[in-house]
């Protein structure tokens, strides 16, 4: 009987070790070149079992910084592999994510692929279609929960331009009462984002205030709208000089007045993470402003939509998926991050002011 010993190799440079040992033959081109993806800044992990011979089986994950998550990207099993040799990678992968304090795994799934065996014995269970995902429609989702975290998977949709994050995320977080929204129809969605987007932009950006009147225009009074901004003057205007500042600025005060006609609330204390944990948890959504530096190493403003929290642990939906370093709408639906990173997340700007709106059930 051979002997096999588990192995983990962690990083980009180690997991093309694995391949060079002889893993990527055994792959074949196609298959390889999954593997060989950069996702250098994205935790990549090869996690393999060894037999005299060579390379019996390897699981390929990733992760995005800044999250509790981990991703099994693929799975190969040789013909000649133990019968457990699969579990035993599983049991691994989840051993590893719980190590590093993930509150979740998941498994991404090609078109047509079947649900692997494993995946069952495991307890992965599948996750809800996406409306739109940015080419990765096709691609089918598991997810493990870690930790206990009881909740109603809301829909995803992942944005098609560059700057239309606030729109999706607001859009997302309106499913939840009932509002018209995203309907897994290309044409018609594509143009209910930009719609939104542009009612509530402040060219390109769309700023908390301006966006939540947005918000709660659209919901009208299936939901009530607050927003926490420590900043009293305009934001996200750092980029802009002169007349480009000025009328950006005139949006902003005219939101500021339409918010109040609303009775749209803005508390200008700056917010901890941990209350908007607590409120999350017991029922509101918030749609965040954050700098995507501690996730994607390239500082931006960004939306994402927490709507589920348990402990130190918060949901999100990011409408941004980083395709390039082959993210699909599986890394970005009900992604799990601790409220540590959110404190370093939901801060933009040389002053790092936050922003934060809230929905809940009237």
């Known amino acids: 009987m051979q002997s096999i010993e588990p192995a983990l190799a962690e990083g980009a440079d180690a997991v093309a070790a694995v391949l060079a040992r002889g893993l990527a033959d055994a792959l074949g081109p196609e298959r390889a070149a999954l593997w060989r993806v950069e996702r250098s800044g994205y935790r990549p992990s090869a996690h393999t079992l060894d037999g005299s011979d060579g390379i019996l089986a390897a699981v390929l994950t990733s992760g995005r910084p800044a999250t509790a998550a981990t991703k099994i990207v693929d799975l190969w099993v040789a013909p000649d592999a133990p019968g457990d040799a699969a579990d035993r990678l599983i049991d691994g992968v989840l051993a590893r994510a719980s190590e590093r304090g993930d509150a979740a795994v998941k498994w991404e799934l090609p078109e047509g692929a079947a649900v692997p065996e494993s995946a069952v014995i495991h307890g992965f269970a599948p996750m809800r279609k996406p409306w739109g995902a940015v080419g990765t429609e096709a691609t089918r989702g598991l997810v493990r929960w870690l930790v206990s975290m009881p909740h109603e998977e809301p829909g995803y949709y992942g944005q098609t331009t560059l700057f239309t994050c606030g729109a ?41 205030i301006g966006l939540a009147v947005t ?43 339409r918010a109040a006609d609303l009775g749209i609330s803005v508390d200008g204390s700056r917010i901890p993470m941990t209350e908007v944990a607590a409120r999350v948890a017991a029922g509101d959504q918030a749609l965040l402003l954050i700098d995507e530096a501690p996730m994607h190493a390239d500082p931006g403003p960004h939306w994402i939509v927490a709507h589920a929290a348990a402990g130190p642990y918060v949901v999100v939906e990011d409408p941004w998926v980083n395709r390039a370093t082959g993210e699909t709408w599986v890394d970005t639906h009900e992604l799990p991050i601790h409220v540590d990173d959110l404190e370093r997340l939901v801060a933009w700007g040389p002053e790092g002011y936050r922003g934060v709106i809230f929905l809940s059930t009237p």
């Open 168 to 208: 999706v995320a607001g859009l997302i977080a309106t499913e939840r009462y009932g509002t018209p929204g995203f309907a897994g129809q290309n044409a018609p969605d594509r143009d209910l984002e930009i719609e939104f987007w542009r009612r509530a932009s402040n060219y390109p950006a769309c700023e908390p």
């Open 215 to 257: 918000v709660q225009e659209h919901l009208g009074s299936r939901a009530a709208v607050k927003v926490a901004l420590d900043h009293a003057g305009p934001v996200l205007l750092e980029d802009f000089t002169g007349f480009d500042y000025d009328f950006r600025a005139e949006l902003q005060r005219e939101s500021r007045k």
